[in-house]
Every structure is written in structure tokens, then in C-alpha cells.
């Protein structure tokens, strides 16, 4: 049992049903910590990434639609969490993601269904594996977004432009 990171997403689905609370609530253990959150718009581009292992599949195109918020709200809510055997036990507690398949007390089973239009909304993502992870992690958080150092860094100056509150201009 080792100690694994995994990326979590509430989907547009599930941010339009308010059921933030209860995925977290259901993924609450003192097995697992939160080690990153925050709220995304997900663009087209990070979307594709994230999916790129289904570019091939007919319901690709439908799937982007979807995790950018195309049927619901462009927004998802994106969650890291650690703890022994993460990956896995994260991945039992939400299901199959057709949500027909769904375990019915599983995340996917209870909240998720397939709409007359034929959109999977299964309402949370879980990383696959380990390997899946890892990626996933480092496609949707910057190293400073987390709580603490989850894969190695290095430190580089990179200047670029960035927004602050008009407000600290006074400062």
C-alpha cells in the first residue's frame, strides 16, 4: 500500500447540481488528504490533453463539449488528493463512468446519467492509474498550487505577465 496522488474532477454536470459538497464529503478519509483545489474553465486545449487517450473514439468531440461545459457551465471544480492506494479506492468510490453500469451508492451511480441527447454526465473524474495520475496532476496544478511537493521540481525565474487586484496598484 503506498502512498499515491490522484486528480479529481467535479464535472460541469456536478457543479450545476450543487454536489460539491457531497463528492468531497464522500471522499473525506483520514486515509486521504486534499493537497490541491480550485475551481478551472477549462479551455478546448487542456481539455484535449487531458483526453488525448480517446482522441480516436467516436464521442471524443461530444466528451470536450462536455468537460468544457458546453451543456452545463464552463467550469469544473479540479482536486488532488493523497493517501494509500488513492488511485484506487478514489476510482471504487465513483464508479463506472457509465453511470448505468454505476454501482448505485457509488459517485457515478447515484448522480450521474445518460441524457435522451445520449451525453454521458457522470459528474466526477478519477484518475486511472498511477501513471495517469502523475500526468493528470501536472496538466491541471502548477507545483506552488499544491499544499506541499508531490513529484520533484526545479526552480527557474520566468518572466511573464500576470493580473493582480487593481486595488494593489496603491500599495
Known sequence: MAVEQTLVLVKPDGLVKSLTGDIIL??????????????????????EEHYKHLKDKPFFDELIRYIMGEFHTP??????????????EIRDIAGSTNP????PESM????GRITTGGVF??????????KEAEREVKLWFKPT??????????????KKKEYIWKSDLKK
Open 100 to 103: 448505468e453500469e454505476a454501482h
Open 145 to 158: 498550487e499544491l499544499v506541499s511537493t508531490i513529484y520533484p521540481v526545479v526552480e527557474r525565474e520566468v
Open 121 to 130: 454526465e457522470n459528474v466526477i473524474h478519477a484518475s486511472e492509474n498511477k
Open 75 to 88: 467550469r469544473i471544480m479540479a482536486l488532488v488528493y493523497e493517501g494509500k492506494d488513492a488511485v484506487k
Open 26 to 47: 464522500k471522499l473525506s478519509s483520514p486515509k486521504r488528504k486534499i493537497m490541491g483545489a480550485k475551481i478551472v474553465t477549462v479551455t478546448k486545449e487542456l481539455a
Open 108 to 111: 457515478r451511480g447515484k448522480y
